[in-house]
T-cell receptor, first 110, second 112 residues
């Protein structure tokens, strides 16, 4: 079966801009979670969506938001980008067989 | 609240030697425990997981881990290291099954 697809793989943005990242989960999976990975803070949970509803949320400012569509695809949006938002953003697709991670989107804020 | 501590941010072993990566967790309720591996510029790949039942869990690529409730540990082992095992390893805990708390990772170097 196809894996978790995250687009784009790499992104460079300027401070103050906003960005949208996309995650297409494994077919049949209804849960999508997002994580931020940085050298300083490690892997941190952002939020989880299930059937278009946010089910859990981590401790991130309101600039970080997300949504899930009826086909389970999810988007994550970061507004007013800061240098500290530079990170690898990982999406995880969840079903009865557990969670599978995508390869991530590497965001660089300059 | 849940948390994970991985002892040793860097571990080096010789090819063919035993691999031991340490993980201790904190959880107020019985947890699910996981080990993931990450290669450069890649996502996380599940090595193994403990949910319930047998406390010795076997995973992919010859790795295994033992859940020890009394020690709140879930150490990862492999009898014989291979060059291809060089990567970053993450231990994670979850009580809901859909939100993971990760350790800070252990970078494994395999010396030929």
């Amino acid at each position: 079966k196809a894996g978790v697809t995250q687009t784009p793989r790499y992104l460079i943005k300027t401070r103050g801009q906003q960005v949208t990242l996309s995650c297409s989960p494994i077919s049949g999976h209804r849960s999508v979670s997002w994580y931020q990975q940085t050298p300083g803070q490690g892997l941190q949970f952002l939020f989880e969506y299930f059937s278009e509803t946010q089910r859990n949320k981590g401790n991130f400012p309101g600039r970080f938001s997300g949504r899930q569509f009826s086909n389970s695809r999810s988007e994550m949006n970061v507004s007013t980008l800061e240098l500290g938002d530079s990170a690898l953003y990982l999406c995880a697709s969840g079903g009865v067989d557990g969670y599978t991670f995508g390869s991530g989107t590497r965001l660089t804020v300059v | 609240a849940q948390s994970v501590t991985q002892l040793g941010s860097h571990v080096s072993v010789s090819e063919g030697a035993l691999v031991l990566l340490r993980c201790n967790y904190s959880s107020s309720v019985p947890p699910y425990l996981f080990w993931y591996v990450q290669y450069p510029n890649q996502g996380l790949q599940l090595l193994l997981k403990y949910t319930t039942g047998a406390t010795l869990v076997k995973g992919i690529n010859g790795f295994e881990a033992e859940f020890k409730k009394s020690e709140t540990s879930f150490h990862l082992t492999k009898p014989s290291a291979h060059m291809s095992d060089a990567a970053e390893y993450f231990c994670a805990v979850s009580v809901t099954g859909n939100q993971f708390y990760f350790g800070t990772g252990t970078s494994l170097t395999v010396i030929p």
